[in-house]
């Protein structure tokens, strides 16, 4: 099989006949692998975005014309919307979660996602499905040493990452009462040419990889062509029920051993730990993303039969180095 045949029978299917797609979050690194599927697989999208001009020269016009809007309100009631895939949302990585910069994280999500279901209320022609994005941060923190799996049905903890995951989904639910479907997806960490990886990879590929902060946290992942991959299942197979889905591979791995399997990949050494104190001294509380973890199994998604692509790390990463 030539490079061009592998490419085209790994093609996402997101449906036998044409639909209208709304996109938010389409100049992100998920946003952008996933309008450019949804344009190969014939499908019509429509992009809400800050920055119309940008995302237009973003997407490819050989695969497909994107309609891109900056406000829910440049989409009259009567605009037919099939299917509402809702990506936005402001880095959660950066600086220090300040009430500020917590403010801001929720006005990206919560707020953003309340203006589209605000939209879908008055529209005429309401979608049948709306794919909304979280992240399994919704689950809190499991502390290192704990072993228990996560599954849909583990709740939510009295933190703030999980506080504004569990306010993300409440917001995309409430187009439950338009007659949506709504499924909500928990992302681990998506691995990438783009996103966290890179910067993951940085110290391993210095030959400077090895356990973090003790390395035993759990480290749940998915390959961004598994999310794709999972949302042109769940968007074509019918299979979609109201809910969450963990979109984390089945394979979990602590820190330590995520980093021996990556450094065994790239050939360079492993062993060089790295305290995690100073994580914590400059990122508070955020530093629960690096130092604490998720043992997050898809359950719901393998009940669906959606089978991944990537389910173990060696190869994904091998797909991307």
């Known amino acids: 099989m030539n490079n061009s045949t592998r490419e085209q029978s790994a093609t996402p299917v997101f449906g036998n006949d044409k639909r209208s797609f709304l996109i938010t979050g389409a100049t992100g690194f998920i946003g952008q692998q ?110 290192q040493g704990d072993d228990t799996v996560l599954t849909e049905t583990a709740p939510p903890q009295p933190v703030f990452m999980s506080d504004l995951c569990r306010e993300w989904e409440e917001a995309a639910r409430r187009a439950n009462a338009y007659g949506v479907t ?22 391993i590929r210095l030959g400077l990889g090895g356990p973090l902060g003790g390395g035993r946290q759990w480290q749940s992942w998915i390959h961004v062509d ?5 949302m042109a299942h769940l968007c074509s197979s019918g299979a979609a029920e109201g809910g969450s889905y963990n979109f984390t591979a089945p394979e979990s791995l602590t820190q330590a051993q995520f980093s021996r399997v990556a ?29 604490e ?18 389910p173990q790390l060696a190869p994904a990463l091998a797909s991307l180095v």
């Open 34 to 143: 996933l309008v450019r599927a949804l344009l190969r697989d014939g499908q019509q999208v429509t992009v809400l975005t800050r920055d119309p001009a940008k995302a237009r020269s973003l997407f490819d016009q050989r695969l497909g014309r994107v309609e891109c809007v900056g406000d829910m309100d440049q989409l009259p009631p009567s605009r037919r919307i099939d299917v509402v895939i809702n990506l936005a949302g402001a880095r959660i990585l950066g600086w220090r979660w300040t009430a500020a910069r917590r403010a801001a994280l929720r006005r990206s999500r919560v707020a953003l996602t309340a203006r589209v279901v605000d939209w879908i209320a008055q529209a005429e022609h309401k979608p049948a499905l709306m794919l909304s994005g979280s992240a399994i941060g919704y689950y809190g923190v499991q502390r």
């Open 182 to 203: 709504v499924a909500c997806m928990r992302f681990g960490l998506v691995l990438g040419r783009q996103g966290a990886l890179p910067m993951l990879l940085l110290p």
């Open 226 to 230: 598994d999310v794709i991959g999972a």
């Open 263 to 291: 450094a065994k990949v790239l050939h360079r050494p492993y062993g060089f730990p790295t305290p995690g104190w100073p994580m914590r001294l400059a990122l508070g509380e955020q530093a629960d993303l690096l130092l």
């Open 293 to 310: 973890g998720q043992r997050v199994a898809p359950q719901r998604l393998l009940a669906t039969g959606f089978a991944f692509r990537y």
